[in-house]
Structures are given as C-alpha cells and as structure tokens.
C-alpha cells in the first residue's frame, strides 16, 4: 500500500490563491489546516471469466484454395465450441485475413509463392476451470493457434467497492498519525477523489502455436485477481 501526505497551512494557501491566474477562482482557506491524503485500498477475487482467441491459419496455391481450407475448418471449430456449450453471444469473431505469401532471391523480383488465410474468434468461457479441455478439443478439430487466457472478473464493481471503503480507512489512519504528530485533531473530510482503479484484468495474454494435441488437458489455473482503487481524501485538522 502507498501512501503520499501534504500539510496545506492556511496561510500558504491563501499565498496560493493570490499567485494564481485571474482564470483560477480563489481558494478560501478554512479555519484550519489542510490534510491531503493518498491511499491505495485493496481486495482479492478469483476471476470467473477467462478470454481466449483461437483461430485457424491455413496455407493454399490460390487465395481460393487458402479461404476454402480455412473456411472447412473454422465451421468445425465454431461446431466444437457451441456443442461444449459455449453460448453464441460469447463468441465474436477478432480478425479475417488473407495474404500472398513470397519467395524473395536476390536481384530477382519477389515471387508469389501460394496464400494464407487466418480466421480467430474471441471466446469467453465463463467456466475458467473447463476452458482447458475445451481448447483441446478445438486444436483437434482444426484450431491451430490460440491466444490468451486473458483472466478477469465478470462483475468487478463489488470488489471495487470494498478497495474504495479500504482506501478511505487507510487515508483516515494516516490522517489520524500525522494530525496526533502535529499537535492537531482530525475535524472532517473536506473532499475524496478516485484517480485510478485496477478491476483484476490479468495482464497482456501470452501467444502460442497449438502443434498437437496433449495428452493432458490444458492446465488454465485462475489463481487470484488483485483489485484496487486509488483516492486522494482531503482532511481538515484543528
């Protein structure tokens, strides 16, 4: 947890108000001493939701050929992942594409060798623990690129709740430490503002080629997703 302070007297703040732009309204200090407080609240959930992007790349003489194949087996993974049980508003398709491939010699213009053609979905299980075997099953009905998992919380505003009422118990704590330190007492909460939040998305997902097939099924562990939320509280001290 991170915590920064700054003691405002009044009569630097008033030195403040009178430096400022005639555009900036006049800061009017209270009968007492500001107290800025910055706090980090945290909380833990498991994440529920795990994001994946699987696709299949395929390689043809023709950019007929190269769609054709792609397509053959795309409608068999689209098949496997609606009879896993994968509901179809989960599934969204993330990127269509189709290009030359060369072969480049020197002082020779390249020369098309054939096509490739990629077609990925984004698919979001909402069972993290049978997100694995379902992967399995997709490399083996054509899939051979997978991307991810991307972890993350399905409803994450509880948890951002409870980081908040945690950071203004903390930023009140502090408050508390420097206002005994200086002689004073904490009078009220002047002002509180949210300057960023983390809603335990997992970090930027790994990327690699599925070859074969295990013969495990993949491990996806979920672990734990840190939520936190950062304040700046404002104190009044007398």
Do not use: C, W
Request: zero cysteines; a neutral charge; charged letters at 20%.
């Amino acid at each position: 947890m991170r915590s920064s302070f700054l003691f405002l007297a009044p009569a630097l703040l008033l030195g403040a108000a009178s430096a400022a732009s005639a555009q900036t309204a006049p800061l009017i200090a209270p009968d007492g001493t500001l107290l800025d407080v910055s706090a980090e609240g945290h909380t833990a959930r498991v994440p529920d939701v795990a994001t994946i992007r699987a696709g299949v790349t395929t390689q043809g003489q023709t950019a007929a050929a190269a769609l054709a194949e792609n397509a053959t087996r795309m409608t068999r993974v689209l098949a496997a992942l609606k009879k896993a049980g994968v509901a179809v508003r989960d599934i969204r398709t993330a990127n269509v594409s189709l290009s030359p491939q060369y072969r480049y010699a020197d002082g020779q213009a390249p020369v098309i060798t054939g096509y490739q053609a990629s077609n990925s979905v984004s698919v979001r299980f909402r069972d993290v623990a049978k997100s694995g075997a379902i992967l399995d099953v997709l490399v083996g009905e054509g899939a051979n690129q997978i991307d991810g998992p991307n972890l993350s919380i399905d409803q994450p505003d509880a948890a951002l709740d409870e980081a908040r009422v945690s950071a203004v118990k903390i930023a009140r704590a502090r408050a508390e430490l420097y206002a005994k330190a200086a002689g004073l007492t904490v009078a009220r909460i002047v002002s509180i503002s949210e300057s960023g939040s983390n809603d335990g998305g997992s970090p930027p997902p790994m990327v690699f080629m599925a070859r074969a097939k295990a013969a495990d099924s993949t491990p996806i562990a979920a672990g734990e997703a840190d939520v936190s939320v950062t304040l700046t509280v404002r104190f009044l001290l007398k």
